[in-house]
């Protein structure tokens, strides 16, 4: 340990570990005292994400005391903050972790040119995705707009940098800098007590959460589909905040066979594809990705989309999904697929409510995955499925939650329906409506549109707005999720 040297500043934002942390390891490496700390900035953050934080900077924090350390919290204006830190430490490096959304990048530009001009060394590592985007584009020299030539390119070309080990020991600096309460940056809300049930933050839950993923690899291909059984992973929130190195999980699960066959490796994939997306076209969030779709007429329905977010739309399969989402902060994959083909598809509701209202409710709230993925079920992003694609719920969840599992335990006032009406409850008979004590349009509600004729409008609207997609105008719905993302 050398106390005498002046310390590095580790800037830690959602790389809340300390396995395979380059920013972690390459500072400790050099022996000087190391100060982790986290600023508190961004005000746009989501309810349940903010919780997940909350949590995680906490196990992050007890980590890194035993280690001889601890986490330095500071709330306000990244910049102020940074360099007030490096003004009371004495520090004279900073390292972080690269990241790739807009306002982080349009943050860290002024970091690094105003910690330069103080002669502050700056030192920048990989961040937790696959590449970097500009460093992947296609032959004529573009960014890749289509998924499967991108991940082509990506799992041919992708080498996992060497692995980061945790330390064992951290040096302190002989005097700490003052710090915001850590505890404050909770969520004691009374609507996370479902959250504290189904989910650890931290590294050590995503550790955890990783001990269980060979057993589930093997019937990958079609559990990961079935909202009835534990089929996925359930790491993207450990992804999302950085609790667990992307790069570990490739060298981890790239041992057997061609990446590009991996099924798990491929929807690592989709996610740097997002990332990718988001880089190239920083308005992803809020801005049609393909423009022809700007002149859709979203309707205004303010009663329809409370009806959606309280999961009360009368469809088992989408109310079963988002009163999960309300509960856990979480929704499973081919859910969340459903839930936003009935918001944008059935109720022709804009994607940006749907995306909005997920920021607010996901733990795994991630801004390049959130936008891209709405847009790509609206039809509207890259390399999106046709518009024509609407997901029928009831079939959906006929294929999908056979048995009706997922939807009783969402909708325990369904529980005790037969199951050939679970996802279609208006087909129950008036004595199996009794005997299971539910009353259509009190107990539970009635559909709020019919489907088939939702579809038609939704298909009509289409037509009307002549984008090229309406030339491929299909006959029925369809249940498959060619080229589709997932969640891992």
């Known amino acids: 340990m050398n106390r005498t040297h002046p310390p590095i500043l580790i800037w830690l934002r959602r790389d809340l570990r300390l396995d395979d942390n380059p920013a972690i390891f390459h500072a400790a490496k050099t022996g000087r005292p190391v100060i982790p700390f986290f600023v508190d900035d961004d005000k746009h953050l989501g309810g349940a994400a903010r919780w997940w934080r909350g949590r995680s900077l906490l196990a992050l924090d007890s980590a890194l005391r035993s280690l001889g350390s601890h986490l330095v919290v500071r709330r306000g204006d990244a910049l102020d903050q940074v360099m007030s830190l490096a ?4 520090a004279t490096a900073l390292h972080f972790n690269r990241r790739l959304e807009p306002r982080g990048l349009a943050i860290d530009a002024k970091v690094v040119t105003a910690a330069r001009a103080a002669g502050i060394e700056i030192v920048e590592h990989h961040g937790n995705r696959l590449h970097d985007p500009w460093t992947l584009k296609t032959l004529k020299g573009d960014p890749f707009r289509v998924f499967t030539p991108f991940w082509r390119r990506l799992a041919e070309s992708y080498q996992p940098p060497a692995p980061c080990p945790a330390p064992t020991a951290l040096t302190a600096p002989s005097t700490w800098p003052g710090a915001s309460d850590l505890a ?19 590294e050590a839950g995503a550790q955890a959460m990783l001990q269980r993923l060979p057993e589930k690899l093997a019937d990958y291909g079609t559990a990961r589909d079935r ?6 992973s359930r790491l993207s929130p450990h992804l999302a905040w950085g609790e667990i190195s992307v790069h570990a999980l490739w060298r981890q699960l790239s041992q057997e066979g061609s990446p590009s066959q991996n099924g798990y490796l491929r929807e690592l994939g989709w996610r740097d594809f997002n ?13 049609n990705w393909n423009r022809q779709f700007d002149a859709f007429p979203y309707r205004s329905a303010p009663t329809q989309l409370a009806a959606w977010q309280k999961g009360l739309t009368g469809y088992p399969i989408v109310d079963a999904g988002m009163r999960e ?11 969340r697929m459903i839930t936003a083909s009935f918001l944008i598809k059935d109720l022709l509701l804009d994607w940006r409510d749907g995306e909005k209202w997920f920021w607010d409710t996901l733990v795994d709230a991630d801004l390049a995955q959130n936008a891209g993925n709405w847009q790509w079920v609206a039809g ?22 056979p048995e009706g599992t997922y939807v009783r335990r969402w909708l325990p006032e369904l529980a005790k329906l037969p199951t050939h009406a679970i996802h279609e409850p208006s087909t129950a008979s008036l004595s199996e409506l009794s005997a299971a004590h539910v009353s259509l349009g009190r107990s539970y509600p009635l559909p709020l549109v019919d489907h088939a004729k939702a579809r038609l409008r939704a298909l009509a609207t289409l037509k009307a707005l002549g984008t090229a997609a309406a030339a491929e105008l299909a006959t029925t719905d369809v249940s498959s999720r060619q080229n589709s993302p997932n969640l891992i």
């Open 87 to 90: 003004q009371e430490s004495g």
């Open 227 to 232: 909202p009835d059984i534990e089929g996925t």
């Open 275 to 287: 990332s990718h997306l988001l880089y190239h076209f920083p308005r992803l969030p809020v801005d």
């Open 380 to 401: 509207s992003g890259a390399d999106a499925a046709p518009y024509f694609r609407v997901f029928n719920p009831i079939t959906q969840g006929i294929k999908f939650d």
């Open 184 to 202: 404050a940056l909770e969520e004691h809300a009374p609507w996370t007590a479902g959250m504290t049930t189904q989910w650890r933050p931290g």
């Open 325 to 335: 989402l309300w509960t856990t902060g979480w929704m499973h994959n081919r859910v």
